[in-house]
């Protein structure tokens, strides 16, 4: 499947935004899926996670209760809505997909997006 992230841009802080990850090649629904971020110096950490059906979500501690993670499987498509948006979560931010049941780790992922920047300035 291949992926391609859109949304990021440049925000002030407390602003929101809205990643999309729209797929193709293979239906989404057969997939779990992620974002990852990886800002300037740092390793690619997990931000959130949907199962397949769109259920069951997860997130990292750190954007809990400020960024909600969903899925349109008859659009192939996967968001990621931020809200409250910090100077810390400047990153480019990864769609990610994965047969089965969604992991934290990068590596478990062997479909990727290009990326997509976030900058959030003060």
């Known amino acids: 499947v291949q992926l391609v992230e859109s949304g990021g841009g440049l925000v002030q802080a407390g602003g929101s935004l809205r990643l999309t990850c729209a797929a193709s090649g293979r239906t989404l629904s057969s997939y779990a899926l992620a974002w990852f971020r990886q800002a300037p110096g740092k390793e690619r950490e997990f931000v959130s996670a949907?199962?397949?059906?769109?259920?069951?979500?997860y997130y990292a501690d750190s954007v809990k209760g400020r960024f909600t993670i969903s899925r349109d499987n008859a659009k192939n498509t996967m968001y990621l809505q931020m809200n409250s948006l910090k100077l810390e979560d400047t990153a480019v931010y990864y769609c990610a997909a994965r047969d089965g049941y969604y992991t934290l780790t990068p590596v478990d992922f062997p479909s990727w997006g290009q990326g997509t920047q976030v900058t959030v300035s003060s």
């Open positions: 949907i199962n397949l059906s769109g259920i069951n979500t």
